[in-house]
């Protein structure tokens, strides 16, 4: 099945530093990629969904200037954390969907931790 | 607005019991209706879905029927296994038959000893 990787899975760093989170599509072009964030014992939040070349559709309450968003080609989307705090700290979740049928393909998430 | 209750784990069960996680939703339209599935390790992956009332979705032995009178969708199986282990996120869509705009239960994690 349709495979999809993120880069780090894991990352501490300091408050005030910029992370990037990156998300692959391994074996499959993907039209549309979503990212999302989950807290311990909560749901998966959507925080916006982006499709290769345009920019991206923030949810509500979702600041785009600090969490940006590029989706540069079919089979890669970054997620930047510009000037993370420890309140980003969570877990990063990215999708993909192949554009065929909707479904969406999971990565396996990204544990940022903010000191 | 629309939002998924599942029930909070941690499930704890042996090898062969029966299985069921409870469900809930609240959607002021006609939802699709979704389970996936985490292993350890692993990203979500779908495990079946319902895109209208009445629907049964099924898959590797579990089930789940859409209930629009009861806004419920419980996942049930027979007999677990060791490798069922994972957690469980309940989802609804709010675009018909898409999952475009999930909406995530918070997860149920599932451990079955042999």
């Known amino acids: 099945g349709a495979v999809v990787s993120q880069h780090p899975s894991r990352v501490i760093c300091k408050s005030g530093t910029s992370v990037k989170i990156e998300c692959r599509s391994l074996d499959f072009q993907a039209t549309t990629m979503f990212w999302y964030r989950q807290f311990p014992k909560q749901s998966l939040m959507l925080m916006a969904t982006s499709n290769e070349g345009s920019k991206a559709t923030y949810e509500q309450g979702v600041e785009k200037d600090k969490f940006l968003i590029n989706h540069a080609s079919l089979t890669l989307s970054t997620l930047t954390v510009t000037s993370a705090h420890p309140e980003d700290s969570s877990f990063y979740i990215c999708?993909?969907?192949?554009?065929?049928?909707?479904?969406?393909?999971f990565g396996p998430g990204t544990r940022l931790t903010v000191l | 607005g629309d939002s998924v209750t599942q029930m909070e784990g941690p499930v704890t069960l042996s090898e062969e019991a029966f299985l069921t996680i409870n469900c809930t939703y609240t959607?002021?339209?006609?939802?699709?209706l979704f389970w996936y599935v985490q292993y350890p390790g692993e990203g979500l992956q779908l495990l079946l879905k319902a895109t209208k009332a009445d629907d049964k979705g099924s898959n590797k032995g579990f089930e789940a029927t859409y209930r629009k009178e009861t806004t419920s969708f419980h996942l049930e199986k027979g007999s677990v296994q060791v490798s069922d282990s994972a957690v469980y996120f309940c989802?609804?869509?709010?675009?018909?038959?898409?999952?475009?705009?999930?909406?995530f239960g918070k997860g149920t994690k599932l451990s079955v000893k042999p």
């Open positions: 999708s993909a969907n192949t554009g065929v049928t909707d479904t969406q393909y």
């Open positions: 959607a002021t339209g006609y939802p699709s």
């Open positions: 989802a609804l869509s709010d675009l018909k038959g898409s999952q475009g705009n999930l909406i």
